[in-house]
């Protein structure tokens, strides 16, 4: 198994689309990326002053999908154009984001990044930053979409979300 760290917003939203995906093994929410002290809380987090993004970790099988196109997944998967936000979700916690775990993922993800800048209208934001300390988040927050699918953000943000991935990437899904 390898590991693919990333952040594109609310980390349920995120869960949930890699969740999918043929070929990962799990999915575990979380934060990184701060410099306050100690273990943060989502509390914390959400207020922005820990400097954390929320996150998830990937574990994925690369036999059977390549850090390429759960990369490219990602970028598709949110909006790599708008700094700090993600819909109606604002602040630095909400940050598009790709933390690499070696030189080889840096590589990768910073081709892709620009590979498809030409099909964004506006510059694509997505930091690239070596992985810090990753910080499981609370249970109540891991699988959340699974468990939750008929509360009001599910159905608004994450079901459409879905849908999306599964005429972008059909060939990709579980």
Request: proline share 5%; glycine share 8%.
């Amino acid at each position: 198994m390898e590991l693919m760290t990333v952040g594109g917003g609310c980390f349920w939203c995120i869960e949930a689309v890699f969740d999918q995906v043929k070929g990962v093994e799990k999915v575990v929410s979380g934060y990184t990326g701060g410099t306050a002290p100690g273990r943060p809380t989502y509390r914390e987090v959400c207020s922005g002053l820990t400097g954390h993004a929320e996150v998830v970790q990937v574990s994925f099988d690369p036999e059977v999908i390549s850090y390429e196109d759960l990369v490219v997944i990602f970028m598709t998967s949110h909006d790599p154009t708008t700094l700090n936000r993600q819909g109606a979700d604002v602040g630095t916690q909400y940050r598009s984001v790709i933390y690499y775990h070696n030189e080889a993922q840096k590589e990768i993800s910073e081709t892709i990044v620009k590979e498809m800048s030409p099909y964004y209208t506006n510059p694509i934001v997505t930091e690239i930053s070596p992985l810090q300390t990753f910080y499981e988040a609370e249970e109540d927050h891991q699988d959340y979409y699974a468990n939750n699918q008929t509360a009001g953000y599910c159905t608004a943000v994450i079901t459409p979300k879905l849908a999306r991935l599964r005429k972008m990437h059909s060939d990709k899904l579980k």
